[in-house]
């Protein structure tokens, strides 16, 4: 995990969005991919699944807002637990490092490294969404500061 904050970092993540979307994956692609680009234009966008068989997030930081560039983080487990929930408590009255603080906190991640940022949200929850095994629930999140 880096130590990115952009600027204006500890202002409320008042324009922060968070989606939630349950089926196949089969039927949730085509909702992903339907929401508006600006979530992935945005400084900081997490991608959350959970299944019968696993968890994953998936997160990519670009160092200030705008840059082409951003840092891509993931973590596996079983189960994501209260995540969701504590991400929904928290906007949107909690800085953008405490919401930041409180995704990165609930494990260890693996650095993925810095790669070009996806233009649309296809690109960017595509291939998490297609690792899920076909047919199975899957509840996906998305967060978008």
């Known amino acids: 995990m880096t130590g990115m904050h952009p600027v204006g970092a500890e202002a409320p993540a008042a ?46 930081e670009r160092a200030e807002p705008g840059a082409a560039m951003g840092r891509v983080h993931a973590w596996e487990g079983t189960d994501l637990g209260i995540l969701p929930a504590h991400l929904m408590t928290l906007l949107p009255t909690a ?11 609930h494990g ?12 649309t949200p296809r690109g960017a929850f595509g291939h998490p969404l297609k690792l899920r095994t ?12």
Request: glycine share 6%.
């Open 15 to 60: 324009g922060a969005e968070f989606h939630f979307f349950s089926g196949t994956p089969e039927s949730l692609a085509p909702r992903l991919f339907a929401l508006p680009h600006h979530v992935v234009e945005r400084t900081l966008w997490a991608l959350l699944l959970q299944d019968p068989e696993g968890a994953h997030v998936q997160v990519q």
């Open 95 to 105: 800085s953008y490092q405490s919401v930041r603080s409180a995704l990165f906190a």
């Open 108 to 119: 260890t991640y693996t650095d993925l490294g810095a790669v070009p940022c996806p233009p």
């Open 134 to 145: 076909a047919g199975t629930r899957v509840r996906a999140y998305v967060l978008a500061l």
